[in-house]
């Protein structure tokens, strides 16, 4: 059987420039802290660095005469540098690796697989295996008939929502796999605190889950008396949520509201939801500091950006609430066959619906 062993090597920093590549590898550990989420470029050179540095010890480790010594298979979240201190280590590899450093020297831990001796078994968890989660059916409508597709999905998501406010244990606010306009009017029919099937709650903060198992800011339910009117004579403007997105809507908006280039990268969801968050807030306090604003939002369907951008519009409502309204715009292709509008002399294949306004009630 083959077992994977752990060893320190103790190193000279003049061989082979491993001074140089210590320093790299902690200049490369600064800057990944400092990196915008979804930045793989300084971590794929501290793994690189890492990687050459270990395979030193390594060759050090085989070759005869050198100093090494064994110490427990730990993961730590430290690189392979060892400063003695470590509590994985053992009483005895830490006094040993002290030694060294106070002489000039490094100790670095090297991993080897395939080692013979004997496999250890897995822990025991000693707890039962949860039983799968319970199949959601989608109730009947009012006609009795089974709902399907989209309105299957708005039925489980209100109700998600509606266990969310009303503190259900483990209940969230889950918007993976939600459509855009679903996403956006039930958010909207749960941020009103006079409406909706949970009108009689409080205000409250509700988690948010991503599919990836990642987490958002919690969203702001319950917390603002909503209307569809919207105030006259206010600042207009009309924007693109991403940049890069539909460009059909270019001739009828005046910007986007997010860059495509900062929102779509590979990171975890609740990341790209921070991030569309704090973009968001910046830009509305900016925009609406001297005049209220009036925003036509012509939407795309990526659901962290929905969510980070009506975090913000609602948090800046409780705060200044005469100062913004939302008007979500909803993209619809138009049937085969269906004439084509002309927008700014170009011909347009698309056209956009109006949701509900995010706005507030006017005080008396």
Not at 129 to 140: F, K, L, M, N, S
Not at 210 to 234: A, C, H, K, N, V
Not at 279 to 286: G, N, P
């Amino acid at each position: 059987m083959s077992i994977e062993r752990a060893f320190l090597v103790r190193m000279t920093p003049g061989e082979d420039g491993v001074a140089e590549l210590i320093a790299d590898i902690g200049g490369a550990q600064r800057r990944i802290r400092k990196a915008v989420a979804g930045d793989r470029v300084d971590i794929i050179r501290y793994e690189a660095l890492s990687s050459q540095l270990e395979e030193i010890a390594r060759h050090n480790l085989a070759s005869a005469g050198s100093e090494a010594i064994e110490i427990p298979m730990v993961d730590r979240t430290s690189h392979a540098v060892v400063d003695g201190s470590s509590d994985a280590l053992t009483p005895e590899a830490a006094s040993t690796a002290q030694a060294w450093i106070a002489a000039g020297d490094v100790a670095v831990e090297v991993r080897t697989a395939f080692g013979r001796g004997p496999t250890p078994p897995p822990p025991t968890i000693g707890t039962a295996v949860a039983e799968p989660a319970r199949t959601w059916d989608a109730p009947p409508d009012a006609q009795g008939r089974q709902m399907r597709g989209t309105r299957a999905v708005a039925e489980r998501f209100r109700q998600q929502l509606k266990d969310a406010v009303n503190q259900v244990p483990d209940a969230a606010l889950l918007p993976s796999g939600v459509s855009n306009r679903v996403l956006t009017d039930t958010l909207r029919e749960f941020v009103d605190a006079q409406s909706g099937p949970a009108n009689n709650v409080a205000a409250c903060d509700v988690p948010v889950r991503y599919r990836d198992g990642s987490t958002g800011i919690q969203f702001p339910l319950r917390s603002l008396r909503l209307t569809d009117q919207l105030s006259q004579g206010w600042r207009t403007y009309r924007f693109a949520m991403l940049s890069i997105r539909h460009t059909e809507m270019d001739v009828e908006v005046d910007g986007a509201w997010l860059r495509n280039t900062d929102i779509s990268r590979p990171r975890p969801a609740g990341d790209t939801d921070r991030i569309a968050y704090d973009m968001t807030r910046t830009q509305l306090e900016r925009l609406c500091e001297r005049e209220p604003t009036l925003i036509y939002l012509y939407q795309t369907g990526l659901d962290t950006a929905v969510v980070g951008f009506y975090r913000a519009v609602v948090e800046h409502l409780r705060r200044s609430p005469q100062s913004l309204a939302v008007v979500p715009m909803y993209f619809r292709r138009q049937p085969p066959g269906a004439e084509a509008r002309t927008v700014a002399g170009y011909a347009q294949q698309s056209t956009f619906e109006e949701g509900k306004p995010w706005a507030v009630q006017t005080q008396h």
